[in-house]
């Protein structure tokens, strides 16, 4: 049995986030990162598969929620 293996493109975006960690008052700084890939799997709520240009737009709607939560230190979340 053959295994064919399918890369598909990636639509990647990075966002810095600094804020004060609401539990212990100190600065803190976070990288966020967003993947989505183009694919005939990701798909619309009607069921057609997505454009690169709705999965760049999905992309940075997560990125803007993400990055709109509070920012902690890995400490002081736990």
Do not use: W
């Not at 804020?19 to 989505?36: L, M």
């Amino acid at each position: 049995m053959r295994t064919v293996t399918v890369t598909f493109e990636e639509v990647r975006r990075r966002r810095t986030v600094s804020g004060v960690c609401p539990a212990c008052q100190k600065r803190v700084t976070r990288t966020i990162t967003v993947t989505h890939t183009v694919n005939p799997f990701n798909r619309r709520a009607d069921g057609r598969p997505r454009t690169r240009a709705e999965v760049v737009e999905a992309v940075g709607s997560e990125l803007s929620r993400r990055a709109a939560l509070p920012v902690y230190h890995a400490r002081c979340k736990a």
